[in-house]
């Protein structure tokens, strides 16, 4: 792992690839790892308009309507509007070199072949020109991100965006210190889809939360899934952390953590059901999960899944049944149902939520009863839960 990163180590797993466990006994709350990206693409489709001044195109922060310190780049025509002077001017060393400009003009010039595919080629061929100009301006970041899991996939998908992207990458091809090929475009394009995570916007009740950004951590990227997972990852998107932080995202433990144990976090909202599960992994990420959770409920029948369902809501909309029981009693119940207690204790029950609950960071010796939100920011006392007096 990390050369200062002494809490966790990374280690090859059975049937799991690399994966990162606990190298001596870890607290609840404790953070585990911070991460920045090494890259980072809108997720608003090529040609999106208005949707594209919104956000600063290198802090990712929301630009407020009022704002006067706005600016655009003037060297392309893409609308990349940038928050202050100072992200235009790292933007143009880093992500929004003239190779970007002229690739992104291109690719939403009113005849670009891309406008009439779906809004996930866009994205895909976002991250490809962001991909080769990782690839110019920071080859050993370019190389971290080679190094990531995901084998090349040879399809009409690959072939398409590979010959766009020559169209747009020729006249650079000398600053690319890469061999240029469709294999290399079609293992960069798996990279990103098993690695890369999403930045949410702020949780807001009353709207649906879209996906802003799609950002590669060349660490967190080691994580593997779990259904139940022991950690989980903060964003402190729009917060009043700065410019310079607000794509970082850190991993903090839901609980406690033996020395050796695997530490997995979920890729998804832990409330989806098993089918659903089985099928975002295999889709997205190419296997099937295993986990005890999942043991459990492969034996469950459609019925027996709804139900459970209905229960989850039961617990949610009249928590008060079960947030009496004793914490021993609901460590007995987790033999046959696994997730009861995670349930109760792990998953946050605002409306629409779905967050995952985990412990404020412990203080030298105690760990923080203090429980926090990773979607929504909600802070709960969690013996509250316990006693059943929330
Ligand atoms: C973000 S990477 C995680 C790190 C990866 N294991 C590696 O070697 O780089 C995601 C990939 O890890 C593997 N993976 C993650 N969780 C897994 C699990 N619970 N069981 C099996 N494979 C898993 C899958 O191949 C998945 O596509």
């Known amino acids: 792992m ?8 990374l280690v090859d797993m059975k049937d799991k690839g690399r994966a990162l466990v606990a190298s001596q006994p ?22 999106g308009g208005a949707a594209a001044g919104c956000y600063c195109c290198h802090c990712f922060r929301t630009i407020p309507p009022n704002c006067t310190t706005t600016t655009s780049c003037p060297r ?45 080629r866009h994205l895909q061929a976002r991250f490809l020109v962001a991909a080769y100009n990782l690839g110019m301006v920071s080859p050993s970041h370019f190389r971290t991100l080679l190094s990531l899991q995901g084998e090349p996939i040879i399809d009409e998908a690959s072939n398409f965006l590979h010959s766009l992207i020559y169209s747009v990458c020729s006249p650079f091809l000398d600053s690319l210190r890469i061999v240029f090929s469709l294999d290399l475009t079609a293992s960069l394009l798996s990279k990103d889809k098993l690695n890369a995570f999403g930045l949410m916007d702020p949780f807001n009740q009353d709207k649906e939360r879209s996906v802003r950004a799609y950002v590669i951590y060349p660490r967190a990227s080691f994580f593997n899934h779990d259904c139940l997972p022991n950690a989980c990852r903060f964003d402190y998107v729009d917060s009043n952390s700065g410019c310079d932080s607000n794509t970082d995202i850190v991993v903090r433990l839901i609980h406690d953590v033996p020395e050796g144990r695997e530490i997995c976090i979920s890729y998804f909202p832990v409330n989806l059901k098993y089918s659903e599960r089985q099928k975002r992994l295999k889709e997205d990420y190419g ?21 459970m369902e209905a229960e989850d809501e039961d617990m949610e909309e009249d928590g008060d049944d079960d947030i009496g029981k004793e914490e021993s009693d609901m460590e007995k119940e987790d033999n046959d149902f696994p997730h ?51």
């Open 287 to 307: 296997f099937s999960c295993d986990c005890d959770r999942c043991k459990v409920e492969a034996n469950w029948s459609d019925n027996e899944e709804e139900d």
């Open 2 to 9: 990390s050369e200062n990163n002494s809490l966790i180590k």
């Open 340 to 390: 009861a207690y995670f349930f109760m204790r792990y998953m946050c029950n605002k409306e629409n939520c779905w967050g995952t609950l985990a412990p404020l960071p412990p203080d030298v010796a105690r760990c923080s009863k203090i429980m926090e939100c990773n979607v929504c920011g909600n802070l709960s006392n969690s013996e509250d839960l316990v006693d059943g007096n929330s």
């Open 26 to 47: 870890l607290k609840a709350g404790q953070i585990i790892l911070r991460d920045s990206p090494i890259l980072i693409y809108s997720a608003i489709p090529l040609g």
């Open 76 to 120: 392309c025509s893409t609308a990349s509007t940038f928050c202050s002077p100072q992200c235009l001017s790292i933007a143009m060393s880093t992500s929004h070199t003239p190779f970007v400009c002229q690739a992104l003009s291109i690719l939403q010039a009113s005849d670009s072949p891309l406008l009439h595919h779906p809004h996930d």
